[in-house]
């Protein structure tokens, strides 16, 4: 998909907390320093802070601006405090336009106008559950992937799709369709390229993935299928095709050596002079020893 240009993660507007709380106490106490003055505080209070008690003259307008503005920025220098954590991120908006990107830790303050959008960045895992999938040949599978990935740009995972997350699980299924029907699960009779290349599957798999994902600002590292398993429909006679195969890959092998050990012994009978066969002997011999041959491999495999 494309990427929108204007979707973009910069700094946005922070200012270190310890400034704001330093302009916050002083607006309060500037408020106090004027109450004080205009001889709004009981006496009481005076005695306790051993401070004059002037006389009451009435509030006038000018202390009453004095006090707006100091309230409004305490209320903007407390409100705006935050505390910036390692792994997270904060995406600035407002009116829904973007203002910018905090990754600072720490004490920080943000103007409290501007909508704060929380954002994981830290390198995270996501192991799916048994997802449907075919092969090459149609055959139903189940299959679990584990994908480590992070939110690399900002704005673009939060305001470049609605769910960032169930982006990448959604990209996830329709990656390991397209990878898994390009081949076959198992080659029972011969040794053509199967989905039991795990690492092969997984490579392809992520560079799909991470092709997939880096439009919304989603860095994909490695995606690896832990599990391929045929559909439990038809897991039992799958089963029964990859043993028939292993059994005759079995016999092809028992039979090639017996013919070999056949074909020596009856050579060096010959060779060294120590029997002279016709024909019709020596299609007995090897017809004997083949059998002989074949029962003793079998029954030792057996045993095995």
């Given at each position: 998909p494309p990427v929108d240009p204007k979707l973009v993660e910069r700094p946005g507007p922070v200012l270190p907390g310890w400034v704001a709380a330093f302009a916050g106490?002083?607006?309060?106490?500037?408020?106090a320093v004027v109450v004080w003055w205009?001889?709004?505080?009981?006496?009481?209070v005076n005695t306790v802070l051993r401070l004059p008690s002037p006389a009451y003259h009435g509030i006038t307008l000018g202390e009453w601006a004095l006090l707006t503005l100091g309230v409004t920025v305490a209320l903007f220098a407390f409100g705006g405090l935050g505390r910036g954590r390692v792994g997270q991120a904060w995406v600035l908006t407002l009116f829904g336009d973007y203002r910018g990107s905090v990754r600072r830790t720490?004490?920080?303050?943000?103007?409290?106008l501007l909508l704060r959008r929380k954002v994981d960045v830290r390198l995270r895992h996501w192991r799916s559950e048994p997802v449907p999938a075919v092969d090459a040949n149609?055959?139903?599978?189940?299959?679990?992937?584990?994908?480590?990935?992070?939110?690399?740009?900002?704005?673009?995972a939060a305001l470049g799709v609605r769910d960032h997350e169930e982006y990448l699980r959604e990209q996830v299924e329709a990656a390991m369709a397209r990878v898994l029907s390009q081949l076959p699960a198992d080659a029972f009779h011969d040794d053509a390229p199967t989905l039991r290349n795990a690492e092969a599957v997984g490579d392809a798999l992520t560079?799909?993935?991470?092709?997939?994902?880096?439009?919304?600002?989603?860095?994909v590292f490695s995606a690896q299928p832990t599990r391929i398993e045929y559909a439990p429909e038809i897991a039992e006679a799958m089963q029964r095709s990859r043993i028939a195969a292993i059994d005759a890959r079995h016999r092809d092998s028992v039979l090639t050596s017996v013919v070999d050990a056949v074909d020596d012994t009856v050579h060096?009978?010959?060779?060294?002079?120590?029997?002279?066969?016709?024909?019709?002997?020596?299609?007995?011999?090897?017809?004997?020893?083949?059998v002989a041959f074949y029962t003793g491999r079998q029954g030792t495999a057996e045993r095995f």
């Amino acid at each position: 998909p494309p990427v929108d240009p204007k979707l973009v993660e910069r700094p946005g507007p922070v200012l270190p907390g310890w400034v704001a709380a330093f302009a916050g106490l002083a607006a309060v106490v500037a408020c106090a320093v004027v109450v004080w003055w205009a001889g709004a505080v009981p006496d009481a209070v005076n005695t306790v802070l051993r401070l004059p008690s002037p006389a009451y003259h009435g509030i006038t307008l000018g202390e009453w601006a004095l006090l707006t503005l100091g309230v409004t920025v305490a209320l903007f220098a407390f409100g705006g405090l935050g505390r910036g954590r390692v792994g997270q991120a904060w995406v600035l908006t407002l009116f829904g336009d973007y203002r910018g990107s905090v990754r600072r830790t720490g004490l920080i303050w943000v103007s409290p106008l501007l909508l704060r959008r929380k954002v994981d960045v830290r390198l995270r895992h996501w192991r799916s559950e048994p997802v449907p999938a075919v092969d090459a040949n149609g055959t139903a599978l189940r299959v679990v992937v584990l994908v480590v990935w992070r939110v690399k740009d900002t704005v673009r995972a939060a305001l470049g799709v609605r769910d960032h997350e169930e982006y990448l699980r959604e990209q996830v299924e329709a990656a390991m369709a397209r990878v898994l029907s390009q081949l076959p699960a198992d080659a029972f009779h011969d040794d053509a390229p199967t989905l039991r290349n795990a690492e092969a599957v997984g490579d392809a798999l992520t560079r799909m993935l991470s092709a997939e994902c880096r439009p919304v600002g989603v860095e994909v590292f490695s995606a690896q299928p832990t599990r391929i398993e045929y559909a439990p429909e038809i897991a039992e006679a799958m089963q029964r095709s990859r043993i028939a195969a292993i059994d005759a890959r079995h016999r092809d092998s028992v039979l090639t050596s017996v013919v070999d050990a056949v074909d020596d012994t009856v050579h060096r009978l010959t060779s060294r002079g120590l029997v002279e066969l016709d024909d019709y002997e020596r299609k007995a011999l090897v017809k004997d020893l083949t059998v002989a041959f074949y029962t003793g491999r079998q029954g030792t495999a057996e045993r095995f």
